[in-house]
């Protein structure tokens, strides 16, 4: 099984519905992220947890919301889809604070495409 | 601004060529740089990284990177590509930001490998 799973894997929706991606992870990671990728512009950060109470925006928040439920579930939220969210999902985790470590464990990510 | 930037979307090489991947990087002071390789399908998974000292570092699967700081560069080698190398290669930089360990990612160089 993957440490860092993901679900849906793939999710059609249509503009204006809500939508959840989760995301769960068995490596006891204090820190999660989710990421977006589109073609050409590699990955962008949407939120970034340190801990259950510490959640914090990245780059590209706006549309977006997080929850961060246990130490190993952190959940991404459309509130409501517009097209120009149609993108790859990575949810991610790291073992500590410290970018030394630099390594990122990745899920296998979740397709969404906004109709 | 902090960017990365990897010159060149696709790359086409024959098995048992050679290969070398662009990573240009603007950042003033030393950066944590790392290559991360996401094939079809799946999460990114970390080749390697370098953090200080010896300028040539050795990853998984027989790649190797060099930091050059006259050039800004940290640009990914390898020896012989086997047909298992084609993949999408993220070349990322990790810098400390308002607080907190930031993780910047090039645009991505996708590696076909001809038979």
């Known amino acids: 099984d993957a440490d860092v799973t993901q679900t849906p894997r793939n999710r059609i929706t249509k503009t204006g519905k809500r939508i959840m991606l989760e995301c769960s992870q068995t490596k006891g990671h204090d820190r999660m992220y989710w990421y977006r990728q589109d073609p050409g512009l590699g990955l962008r950060l949407i939120y970034y947890s340190f801990d259950v109470k510490d959640i914090n925006k990245g780059e590209i928040s706006d549309g977006y919301s997080v929850s961060r439920q246990a130490q190993a579930k952190f959940s991404l939220s459309l509130e409501s889809a517009i097209p120009n969210q149609t993108a790859l999902y990575f949810c991610a985790t790291s073992p500590d604070r410290e970018m030394r470590t630099g390594e990122l464990f990745f899920g296998e990510g979740s397709r969404l495409t906004v109709l | 601004a902090q960017s990365v930037t990897q010159p060149d979307i696709h790359i086409t090489v024959s098995e048992g060529a050679s290969l070398e991947l662009r990573c240009n990087y603007s950042?003033?002071?030393?950066?944590?740089l790392f290559w991360y390789v996401q094939s079809p399908g799946q999460g990114l998974q970390l080749l390697l990284k370098?953090?200080?000292?010896?300028?040539l570092v050795q990853g998984i699967k027989g790649f190797e990177a060099e930091f050059k700081r006259s050039q800004s560069s940290f640009n990914l080698r390898k020896p012989s590509v086997h047909w298992s190398d084609a993949a999408e290669y993220f070349c990322a930089v990790g810098f400390l930001s308002g607080g907190y360990n930031k993780l910047i990612f090039g645009a991505g160089t996708r590696l076909a490998v001809h038979p």
């Open positions: 950042y003033g002071a030393t950066p944590y």
């Open positions: 370098y953090f200080s000292g010896d300028t």
